[in-house]
Antibody, heavy 122, light 110 residues
């Protein structure tokens, strides 16, 4: 059974940093692109970032480019999102998600975690 | 990276069909057959129900179908069931090598 377990969320002041992690199990992690999607309270989905299987390519939404860094450790089956210079508008539930097709970076996410909540407030 | 445009809400009675539109631009929906759709019941994580405009992942009923014309993609749910009540989101790849979601549509089954 595919499982994605996010951690690292919490309350942080504007300008601060957080590091989100996603522990994956139940599939061959190194064969799938992975990504993060966020959802502000009561709002819609927003794509944040995607990383290719070998981590040679990473993609970011304009809203987070230059502030967030996505990485993966295929040996530990872990995805990490380093978030710096956080803003109140970054407040959201952050979902870790797995791409559907092995080897391809398409951001067609067929498995999602339950999310970790990030609150940016003073 | 402007969000794709979806109607805020649609509704239908059990057994009926409903269609949800998703309008983008010539840089995303109109350029690539890379539109996907997600279903999100309240309080749960999204579920992929269509990808590449009209392909269904395994396990998704064929009541869910997709199409595209120009800059607008559409999701049609036929034989509406109570369990279909949820928020629906479209997503598209864009020429800026990013992905963009629609604002979401709340489906109410009357």
């Amino acid at each position: 059974e595919v499982q994605l377990l996010e951690s690292g969320g919490g309350l942080v002041q504007p300008g601060g940093s957080l590091r989100l992690s996603c522990a994956a199990s139940g599939f061959t992690f190194k064969d799938y692109a992975m990504g993060w999607v966020r959802q502000a309270p009561g709002k819609g989905l927003e794509w944040v970032s995607t990383i290719s299987v070998s981590a040679d390519s990473t993609y970011y939404a304009d809203s987070v480019k230059g502030r967030f860094t996505l990485s993966r450790d295929n040996s530990k089956k872990t995805l990490s999102l380093q978030m710096n210079s956080l803003r109140p508008e970054d407040t959201a539930l952050y979902y870790c998600a797995k791409d559907m097709e092995s080897g391809y970076t398409k951001s067609d996410f067929n498995y999602w975690g339950r999310g970790t909540l990030v609150i940016v407030s003073s | 990276q402007s969000a794709l445009t979806q109607p805020p809400s649609v509704s239908g009675s059990p057994g009926q069909s409903v269609t949800i539109s998703c309008t983008g631009t010539s840089s995303d929906v109109g350029r690539y057959d890379r539109v996907s759709w997600y279903q999100q019941p309240p309080g749960t994580a999204p579920k992929l129900i269509l990808y590449d405009v009209s392909d269904r992942p395994s396990g998704v009923p064929d009541r869910f179908s997709g199409s595209k014309s120009g800059n607008t993609a559409s999701l049609t749910i036929s034989g509406l069931q109570a369990e279909d009540e949820a928020d629906y989101y479209c997503s598209s790849y864009s020429s800026s090598v990013t992905w963009v979601f629609g604002g979401g549509t709340r489906l109410t089954v009357l």
